[in-house]
């Protein structure tokens, strides 16, 4: 029996209005206010596009959307790839394969503050591990400021999250794992390596899956805050200044929340491209099968 639409609507009812209340109408505050003049304490007053064209002229917001760009190019690419590779490896259910992926699990699901404590005593100057081992290999004391060092600086912070895809590799391994097995022992019949399994069968059948997790990846250094904080907070200078950090600087620390908002409605139109971008690529429109 089919269900009434007023009964759709009674269910419906109550995401609606969180959706309403907790994302769409901060949305259009937001959106509204980057037109005006706006600090705690002073009156409300029409700007205009002056928060947008100051924007654009800041050298702040250029570097931190530069940053924020060469991290989604490399989280959607060399993070991907990583998670891939490691999927495939996993999906051929060695010995200890399970232990494998319980390890490649364990960066997500360490709290983000205790992850940057302990990158900061892995990047520590006198006592740090890899000050550490460079000692130990050249015979001579090595003491490098990696994270407060402008030229070390957005590698450092880098190495935080790229080489960590345990959520790309669950994902693209559930995928990899859910392909028919009577379609793979067909090819192998036919004669297909191991190798055009993985490449010209698995690969094509999981595109989708393939496109989520860049997604994922993409959208997850649009909105990357509390590890840059905890180690760098975007310095030295704005070596790794991002432009999440740079919108939360602005509004509390400058207290501009309607510049704050302008940056933060570049930074939504920004992340629809990119979602855009990838969905147009992967043609994720289209079924795998």
């Given at each position: 029996m089919k269900a009434k639409k007023s009964t759709l609507a009674v269910f419906l009812l109550p995401s609606v209005a969180l959706f309403l209340?907790?994302?769409?109408?901060?949305?259009?505050?937001?959106?509204?206010?980057?037109?005006?003049?706006?600090?705690?304490?002073?009156?409300?007053?029409?700007a205009g596009l002056e928060n947008y064209a100051r924007a654009f002229a800041d050298e702040d917001v250029r570097a931190a959307v530069g940053h924020t760009f060469l991290w989604v190019l490399l989280q959607s690419t060399v993070h991907v790839l990583l998670g891939t590779v490691l999927a495939f490896i996993l999906a051929q259910k060695f010995r200890g394969w399970k232990a494998l992926r319980t390890i490649c699990m364990l960066p997500n699901v360490i709290s983000t503050a205790a992850l940057a404590m302990i990158l900061l005593n892995v990047f520590k100057t006198d006592s740090g591990l890899v000050n550490g081992v460079i000692s130990l290999f050249t015979g001579e004391k090595f003491e490098w400021n990696w994270y407060f060092n402008s030229k070390t600086a957005l590698p450092s912070v880098t190495l935080g999250w790229l080489l960590y895809p345990g959520m790309i590799t669950i994902l693209m391994l559930a995928a990899i794992t859910s392909v028919?097995?009577?379609?793979?022992?067909?090819?192998?019949?036919?004669?297909?390596t191991r190798w055009q399994i993985q490449t010209r069968i698995i690969l094509p059948m999981v595109r989708n899956t393939l496109g989520t997790s860049v997604i994922v990846a993409a959208t997850s250094m649009l909105k990357e805050f509390e590890l840059i904080y905890l180690t760098t907070n975007g310095g030295p200078g704005n070596a790794t200044l991002n432009m999440?950090?740079?919108?939360?600087?602005?509004?509390?620390?400058?207290?501009?929340?309607?510049?704050?908002?302008?940056?933060?409605?570049?930074l939504i139109l920004l992340g629809v491209l990119i979602v855009y971008a990838i969905n147009r690529l992967f043609r994720m429109e289209e079924s795998d099968y």
């Open positions: 209340l907790i994302y769409l109408a901060p949305l259009v505050l937001v959106a509204v206010t980057s037109f005006f003049h706006w600090s705690i304490g002073q009156p409300l007053s029409f028919p097995d009577d379609l793979i022992e067909a090819a192998r019949i036919d004669g297909a999440p950090l740079y919108i939360y600087k602005t509004a509390f620390n400058d207290n501009n929340y309607a510049y704050s908002n302008a940056m933060s409605v570049i």
